[in-house]
């Protein structure tokens, strides 16, 4: 089964054409790269997905649902949660203030168990949110920076940060956007290491959108490729290597493309 099914979308913004007919399925447990120089429609297709923007013309499924008339935080209760390419921290908070805030928001404060707590469940699900946090700040390597203020950590650390936050809400399908920009290459093969990790961990699909290719071709099952809004290829990360279309477009240029994004 698809988990993600894009089927004819197309974005625009009045006569800008930023997506254009675009189609592709992610299957179960796949991390799928989303490539294409800059301006190519990719973090339109991440706000597509996750309501930000509206579709101007074809569906969005998850799990063989509809998305439509949803609000994003309808879509992250669904199991579509994201980091953004412009890193959206909470920046006064620590980082361990961070991830319990997301935990929080996933767990269940129902009427019931309001009431409730005043007989200890409360205080067991605090404990539970605590343990979730500590969990995944030691699995993102952000452990020893628990209690350092957000806005305060190198921008590599945001990066993962923003990771354990959007794992913090239990998605099915995690969208990263340029996880890896502001990384140097360790800390980037680190990373490429742990989306590996957590989709074998949590069971997820990852859709990854990168402009480091070594990062790209190391971890992706499938790569898309769009220029302009239009789709290139879709391919293997060896088919795409060797795709004329795509070296020409994209690929020859990813040193320019590399050196605009910094
Ligand atoms: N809210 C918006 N209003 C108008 N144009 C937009 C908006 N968001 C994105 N665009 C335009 O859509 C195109 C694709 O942008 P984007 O999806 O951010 O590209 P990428 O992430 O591939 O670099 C660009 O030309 C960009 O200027
Ligand atoms: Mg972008």
């Known amino acids: 089964m698809s988990v993600l099914s894009l089927k004819n979308v197309t974005k625009r913004f009045g006569g800008l054409t930023a997506v254009d007919n675009v189609s592709f399925d992610i299957e179960q447990g ?43 935080f309808e879509i992250a209760n669904m199991g579509i949660t994201r980091t953004f390419q412009n890193i959206r921290l909470f920046k006064k ?76 809400l239990d998605p099915k399908l995690l969208l990263l956007d340029e996880p890896a920009a502001g990384m140097n290459p360790e800390e980037t093969m680190q990373l490429m290491e742990l989306i590996r990790e957590i989709r074998e961990k949590f069971d997820l699909t990852v859709l990854i959108i990168e402009h480091h290719m070594d990062l ?11 220029n302009f809004g239009i789709p290139l290829a879709l391919g293997t990360p060896k088919e795409i290597q060797e795709d004329k279309k795509v070296i020409e477009a994209y690929l020859g240029k990813e040193e320019k493309n590399y050196a605009e994004c910094q």
């Open 30 to 72: 796949e991390i799928f790269g989303l490539i294409g120089p800059n301006g190519a429609g990719k973090t339109t297709i991440f706000n597509l997905i996750t309501s930000i923007y509206s579709i101007t013309e074809g569906q969005v499924y998850f799990c063989d649902q509809k998305l439509e008339r949803l609000k994003p």
């Open 93 to 168: 908070l620590t980082a361990y203030d961070n991830v319990l805030t997301a935990c929080h928001k996933s767990a269940d404060y129902s009427i019931f168990s309001s009431i409730i707590r005043w007989f200890g469940k409360f205080k067991i699900q605090e404990k539970n949110l605590n343990k979730k946090t500590d969990e995944l700040l030691k699995l993102m390597g952000l452990w020893e920076y628990r209690d350092i203020v957000a806005s305060n950590l190198p921008y590599g650390l945001q990066r993962k940060l923003e990771i354990a936050r959007a794992l913090a």
């Open 216 to 226: 790209i071709m190391g971890v992706c099952d499938r790569i898309f490729v769009l």
